[in-house]
């Protein structure tokens, strides 16, 4: 990949496709290519295909999907898995089709299975039942590693597979209903202290553990793959930290000065109980997660009050 290149970015408004368009931007790229939904509506296949023969990309990132958090997945399974599987499949095979020379596909930490041994390895991949509330949305994952590990062996191409764990950052998704954890509670505590509330309601019981990866690292993760990485195996990309969702809120509090108490609903879902990645193949290839999570929660609260309140 040199500076001019062509470099289709799907998914360029998203919280991670646009991380990827401003790390590419900074580094100097400057032949990057963006479709709005509206230009492109990526699960129509003859429009996707039309769009690569018009435009040739020679590099893909696929950073387009239907993401959402627990309450989102459960509550839109056929979104989750209709989409993914539609926007998935044509750009790999549109790629194909027009000799593409990588492609970046973004998987997820939900393929692994619900009761995952922990760090969870790229080796535990369709070793057990999936987590229940976004298998649909796993499955589509699922599918699309697999698409691009047999299109590597079938046709010989270079479309390479990263999972990454839960992300937040600018340009998240802050509804309350569809949206994950981090960006959810960003959006409480700020309004509970705006509105003078002395209770924000924390979603399951909190002691579920998550690792959380500023979206930032992720971008650079995925510029350093494409540009280092060859192989058909998935790679998981993470900080390898967890913390518990109560230990995420106080945080979250923290950040935003909110000093009132916190009140568990445990009528809703934690999900699955723990989601560390192993990342000791990322680190071995020479790459390491530099934000740490306080840092990357004041950032995102900053970008939040600034751009979206
Ligand atoms: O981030 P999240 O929605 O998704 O929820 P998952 C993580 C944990 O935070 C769960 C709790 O235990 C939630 O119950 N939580 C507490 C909240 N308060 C809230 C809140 O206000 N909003 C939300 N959303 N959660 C997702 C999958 O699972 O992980 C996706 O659904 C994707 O498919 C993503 O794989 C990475 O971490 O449970």
Redesign the pocket.
Known sequence: MNKTSKIFVAGHRGLVGSAIVNRLQSEGFNNIICRTHKELDLSRQADVEAFFKEQRPEYVFLAAAK???????STYPADFIYINLAIQSNIIHASYLNGVKKLLFLG???IYPKYCPQPMKEEHLLSGYLEP??EP??IAKIAGIKMCQAYNRQYGTRYISVMP???YGPNDNFD?ET????P??IR?FHEAKIKGKNEVE???TGT?R?ELMHVADLADACVFLMRKYDDSEIVNIGTGKDLT?KEL?ETVAGVTGFKGALRFDTS?????PL?LLDVSKINQLGWYARIDIETGIRDTYDWYVRCRQ
């Open positions: 993401v959402g958090g627990i309450l989102g997945n997820s930490s939900c509330t976004n949305y796993a764990t839960n992300l309350l949206s994950h954890v981090l959810a509670l409480k924390i979603w399951g579920p998550r969702i809120a809703k879902p934690d999900g699955t989601k």
